[in-house]
Each structure stands twice: as structure tokens, then as C-alpha cells.
DNA sequence: AAGCAGATGAGAATGATTCGCAAGTGAGAA
DNA sequence: TTCTCACTTGCGAATCATTCTCATCTGCTT
């Protein structure tokens, strides 16, 4: 249950955490903006406010529950924490985005990193490009 | 002569272009804020608005004379396009920057965009951790 | 049931970036 | 050189996403 998660991480269990846990937990799309959660919440009839979402969502972070990607040209997504890392790569014309987990070059990070001094504590990594005319569904042709 | 690149991208040569332009060229720092830039012609006694800083940048950017990143946790910072290309690994402890390159993730990426069928067109990657503490130079302890 | 630290909603405040527009200025034409 | 005009610029207003303020509310503990 999500009540667990939160207990777990240290965080009071409240109504508006438990609607965007569950939001993220059951939403079809993996990555939300802060916007998104909010609407989709309040569409569904919550009473709920942005800044909650936004702090909310600080916190889920913090406890390492969700992470955020900033992809260029657009707003700050979340997703949850589920399942080994990946990085992603996004169509520009569609915005679809596709994860993808490389060990390879996991692995030649950790070593450049080491090379440059560094002890390597995170990462980000996305690719940009279009994706196939058959699965694009970007607006104009 | 920086009017050539000016030209030679198609951009009308004005004074205020020249003006950032070579403040890219001549600063130590390679990795600069729109602010940034802004403050120090305004000191250099330059009469130039920050909203045309922005402009050319855009312009700049579109041109290819520069590229934009966009650190976590920091503002956008612009660096001139010069050299080949290189990624970044940040100390999130004093925000040294320091860049590499390495054809093994390079090359990879490459295949991993057409494995899952997109046409790669752009990537940014970033490393973040903490530099050694002889080099670091954190404010605190 | 009572008490309190932590949480929340609403709206104001921020900070970065973009817009709108009147005035200014390159660069080719005359 | 001067003329023209589309392109530029400075400035302030406007956006947009995100954060802050604060009075009110709500989970837990006792
Ligand atoms: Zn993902
Ligand atoms: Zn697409
Ligand atoms: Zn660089
Ligand atoms: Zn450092």
C-alpha cells in the first residue's frame, strides 16, 4: 500500500500524498509534469493545490521515491522509482519518450568520472531525435 | 574577425553581437550565463539590454556558434562552439565543470537511437559528483 | 479528547526568459 | 554619399514554472 511507502521514507501519511502516489502508480503515462498531476487531481474531483503537488513531489524525491528529468524544450517531469535505471530518449518532433538501460556506457561513466577526479554520485542522460514515421504522432506532417 | 563568423552564419553584424560574441571568445570561464554576460559588458560600460543578450544567444545557438547546457540545479549557460564535441561532469559541491569526450559512449548512443528506431539528431549528457577534495572548492567544509 | 509539529490551500512573490513596440541602425540601392 | 527598409535593439511589461507566506487544518501521541 502506498501509506507504507511514505511511512517507509519517514514522510506523514496524508490525503494529498497518498493521490499523487497512487496518480503516479496508476497513470499510463510514466513521466508527469507537476501540472499534469495537478489537473488530473483536480478533474478527478480532489481539492488540491499546486504547491502541495510541487512540494509533494520535492519530498517523494528527496526520499528517493520518484525521480525528475528536465528534457530540453520542455517542463520538469517525475516518474516513479520502479525498477532498475534507464535513461531515455526523446522524439523531438512527438515528444515520445523511450527508456533505455546501456551497461556499457553505465560502466564508461564510472570510469571517466574516476579518471577526472570524481566520485560520481549521478548522471543524465538523454538522446534526442525522431522517431520512425510509422510511430510518430507529432501534429503537423 | 568575429563579423566574419557573424556573416558567414547569415546574422546582420551588429555591435551588440560583437560585443558578446567576444566576450565568449575572451572570458576564462567557458560556460556562461545570460546574466552573466549581461553584467559584465554592462560593467565594461557597454549600453546593452538583457533581452537582446537572449536574442543573439538564440540566434547564436541556431547558428551553431554556440551551444546551450542546461546543468541541474543551475541556470542555462552558453559556451562557444569551437573544438570537437564534448560532454560535461559537474561537482555539485563547488560546480567546477570539466568536459570529455569519449567515442565508446559516442558511439553507442548512436546504436542504441537506432536500435529502438529513432534517427539520433542531438544528446546531452551529464556526469555530477564531487571533485577531489584538493581541487574542490567548496565554499563549506 | 487535547496538543502540536508538520501539512495544506490560496494567492502573492520570484526568477529566468520572452514579448511588444517605438526608436535606432546595418547594408544594399540609387 | 544619401536613401530606404527590413532587421535590431533597449526597455518595460508579460509569461511561465516554481517557490514562498501564512493562516488554517490534520495526522499522530498522549
Ligand atoms: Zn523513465
Ligand atoms: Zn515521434
Ligand atoms: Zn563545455
Ligand atoms: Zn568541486
Redesign the interface.
Known amino acids: 500500500m502506498e501509506s507504507e511507502e511514505l511511512r517507509n521514507v519517514g514522510l506523514k501519511v496524508t490525503t494529498p500524498r497518498l493521490k499523487i502516489l497512487s496518480l503516479l502508480e496508476s497513470s499510463k503515462a510514466k513521466h508527469m509534469t507537476a501540472e499534469t498531476i495537478y489537473r488530473q487531481l483536480s478533474e478527478g474531483g480532489e481539492v488540491i493545490g499546486l504547491a502541495t503537488v510541487y512540494r509533494a513531489l520535492a519530498q517523494f524525491e528527496a526520499a528517493g521515491l520518484i525521480t525528475r528529468h528536465?528534457f530540453?524544450g520542455g517542463q520538469t517531469v517525475f516518474e516513479l522509482e520502479r525498477g532498475p535505471h534507464h535513461d531515455h530518449?526523446v522524439?523531438?518532433r512527438c515528444g515520445r519518450v523511450?527508456e533505455?538501460y546501456?551497461k556499457?556506457?553505465e560502466d564508461?561513466?564510472r570510469e571517466?568520472?574516476e579518471k577526472?577526479?570524481?566520485?560520481?554520485?549521478?548522471?543524465?542522460?538523454?538522446?534526442?531525435?525522431?522517431?520512425?514515421n510509422g510511430?510518430c504522432t507529432a501534429k503537423n506532417g
Open positions: 528536465q530540453e530518449i522524439c523531438v523511450e533505455f546501456d556499457v556506457i564508461r561513466q571517466i568520472a577526472l577526479g570524481f566520485t560520481l554520485s549521478d548522471h543524465a542522460l538523454t538522446l534526442y531525435g525522431e522517431c520512425s510511430t
